[in-house]
């Protein structure tokens, strides 16, 4: 990017592979403008109305004179090298100041060191006496090189149908994905991929937002042909109020490129967020959820921890149902004792009992939700979400604490604490089941920014405080997957949805974007919502096992073949966690048979899937159906089971495909013998 000697503004000069980054500017415009300024048409790196004007723009301010306009001019600008090492990163700052509004605006760039991303925000002060308003305020705006108009890719759903894959050409126009529901929501996720129009499959751009409260992506092709992504949070109706001396940042936006298409983008994001991980072990969890519902009964639980053990599972978690006065979805919530009932013995016994069984404990919690009928609703009303006058809106039976205020927070963060303390729990499932929708009064506060704010506190201090507990964020499925909580929790719960062919898309999206490390999917006997075919046993522990695998199934009606089938896949993934966890995704195929590969240095997965897509093969003389392989070096040999091929064999003709076998999915293991 540079500066202009008016200092009026930072334009891109490049963004892409070196091929495009070593040349002339690809973006710079060519030709005299009419009828609009400049920057109107100049590729702006973060655009401001006063400067610009009828084109997008990031930022617009008011002041007491009602005016909207500011002209910030370049001051200067501070930078740093990228350290060694993979932690290493270099950044910059570009510094610019209004000083009719005393205004200083700064661009923040950051470039994790190895990686494909940039990651960019802004900070904003106000250095005078009067008070201003935000009423547009992203975190930036990413220029992509389209020529011939943008092919955008985006994830779309509702619940139980999240990270569905859709795609639009767009030629001309402006193209938006948000949440207005003050969580990242089921229905779209702050994630856009961007590539020519004339080349969907060619040199592909991305951009994700760190923010779980309401947010805006959106693309703009202007009459060049040009992209422009924007990306930032949700702008409030009252827009938010900056008084004098303060100062307001921007949540971060992540920029990737990758020259191998939307797969190869896809592998960015990956290794990006696997940055955030803290390299404790992914253990193998059951979860009691499914098998009882809101009946917790120690020795119920216990029934099924043992099963669950033959099964190899090694981490047993109770979900909801586990405390006093919930015996529904209408009751309890905010009440955090163990309900002595359902645990006679107390929950340390029964961890005791666990522990003698050979298994972890994990635990289901939901802090922010509160029961109207609770002990707690009725000792603090004036912590339930609401606004004057107004009756609270009741959605899933439940109310929303207000987590923007600090006591709030203080009493969730003491009531883990409470709780992780008291007893050995080593896995703690976070659900979120219920939008924000009630504003409250948003003179007074910035009530998105605060709850935000409030919940990473919790988060990051969990980790700190507790750095040995696996966290788990859910939130009625995957309606808070994005990078602010990749960057605080160590799994992610992708759907509610656990049928296997429903889940095999699910998935598929989710691995668009989202890192497999951080993809929690579940074993269960659940039929499908939207595609209800049987598929095998097998074909559902290997859906599972593409990312971090779990059992939800009711272990109590399992034969003991079931459980033998279980534990021969299970041990099979511990074998290869590891691989699922850090390895390079290839999408082998997306036809009748749906292939995925994890490729690490020397040991690499594959999965099959054969959908049922396809009429059963006839008897007439064919060819032998097979899946070439993706990631490996030709000129090494490697061993595919009881056979060896070399590299240069499996990436041209590949390993058979399983429509052509008794099995409707394999799991295969690809080991480099040179």
Excluded at 90 to 110: A, C, I, K
Excluded at 535 to 556: E, K, Q
Aim: aromatic fraction near 8%; charge should be negative; proline fraction near 6%.
């Amino acid at each position: 990017m540079e500066v202009p000697e008016h200092g009026r503004w930072a334009a891109l000069v490049a963004w892409g592979p070196h091929a495009v980054t070593d040349g002339p500017s690809t973006v710079a415009p060519v030709g005299t403008e009419h009828f609009l300024p400049r920057a109107d048409v100049e590729p702006l790196e973060y655009a401001v109305r006063g400067v610009r004007y009828t084109s997008p723009t990031e930022l617009v301010v008011s002041g007491p004179d009602g005016s909207d306009e500011l002209r910030p001019v370049f001051v200067g600008a501070t930078q740093t090298a990228a350290q060694a090492g993979a932690d290493g990163c270099g950044s910059l700052e570009l510094t610019f100041v209004d000083p009719l509004r005393s205004l200083r605006l700064v661009l923040h760039y950051r470039m994790p060191s190895g990686l494909d991303v940039v990651e960019r925000w802004v900070s904003i002060h106000n250095d005078g006496s009067d008070s201003l308003t935000l009423h547009q305020h992203d975190s930036a705006a990413f220029v992509i090189p389209t020529v011939n108009g943008a092919h955008l890719r985006y994830l779309s759903g509702e619940w139980n149908s999240e990270f569905q894959q859709a795609a639009i050409t767009l030629p001309r126009g402006r193209f938006t994905v948000d949440s207005r529901q003050g969580i990242t929501g089921h229905s779209f996720s702050p994630f856009l991929s961007v590539a020519d129009a004339d080349d969907p499959t060619g040199t592909t751009w991305g951009v994700q937002l760190a923010w779980t409260g309401s947010w805006r992506l959106s693309a703009d092709v202007d009459t060049t042909g040009q992209t422009r992504i924007q990306a930032g949070r949700a702008p409030s109706s009252l827009g938010l109020s900056l008084a004098p001396g303060a100062s307001w940042v921007s949540p971060v936006a992540v920029g990737a490129c990758s020259s191998e298409g939307p797969d190869g983008l896809a592998r960015a994001f990956h290794a990006y967020q696997r940055t955030f991980a803290r390299g404790l072990p992914q253990k193998v969890v059951y979860n009691s959820w499914f098998a009882t519902e809101f009946d917790v009964r120690a020795d119920h639980q216990l029934e099924l921890a043992r099963k669950a053990v033959r099964a190899g599972v090694e981490t047993f978690v109770v979900d909801d149902g586990w405390f006093t006065g919930r015996t529904d979805d209408a009751s309890g919530l905010g009440d955090w004792e163990v309900d002595p009932a359902a645990f006679p013995h107390g929950l340390g016994g029964f961890i005791a009992d666990l522990k003698e069984v050979g298994l972890g404990f994990g635990l289901w919690v939901e802090p922010e939700s509160v029961s109207p009928g609770s002990d707690l609703a009725a000792m603090h009303p004036e912590w339930i979400l609401g606004t004057e006058g107004r009756e609270p809106l009741l959605v899933r039976n439940q109310l929303l604490l207000d987590l923007s205020r600090d006591d709030v927070a203080d009493w969730i963060w003491e009531t883990l604490d409470r709780l992780l303390s008291s007893y050995e729990i080593s896995y703690l499932k976070w659900d979120a089941n219920r939008p924000r929708l009630d504003a409250g009064d948003l003179r007074a506060r910035d009530l998105d920014g605060g709850v935000v704010t409030n919940l990473y506190k919790i988060l990051d201090r969990l980790r700190t405080d507790h750095p040995n507990v696996i966290v788990e964020g859910c939130a009625g499925g995957g309606a808070r997957v994005d990078l602010g909580m990749a960057a605080r929790v160590d799994t992610l719960w992708p759907s509610d949805n656990t049928a296997p062919l429903d889940r095999l898309k699910i998935q598929r999206g989710f691995l668009s974007g989202y890192s497999p490390h951080l993809m929690s999917s579940w074993v269960t006997d659940a039929a499908g919502t939207h595609d209800g075919r049987e598929r095998s046993l097998d074909f559902r522990f290997h859906v599972a096992m593409a990312g971090g695998l779990g059992i939800g199934a009711d272990l109590s009606q399992w034969t003991d073949d079931q459980l033998a089938v279980a534990a021969r896949h299970v041990a099979q993934y511990r074998e290869i966690r590891d691989v699922v966890a850090q390895g390079n995704v290839y999408w082998l195929s997306e036809g009748p048979t749906v292939g995925l590969q994890y490729v690490r240095p020397t040991r690499s997965v594959v999965f099959l899937w054969d959908t049922g897509d396809t009429s059963v093969r006839g008897t007439l003389p064919t060819r032998p159906r097979r899946i070439p392989l993706q990631g490996l070096d030709a000129t090494k040999n490697y061993r595919v089971g009881d056979e060896v091929h070399p590299g240069s064999y499996l990436l041209q003709v590949g390993i058979p495909d399983p429509r052509d076998s008794a099995t409707d999915s394999n799991c295969l293991v690809v080991e480099t013998l040179d």
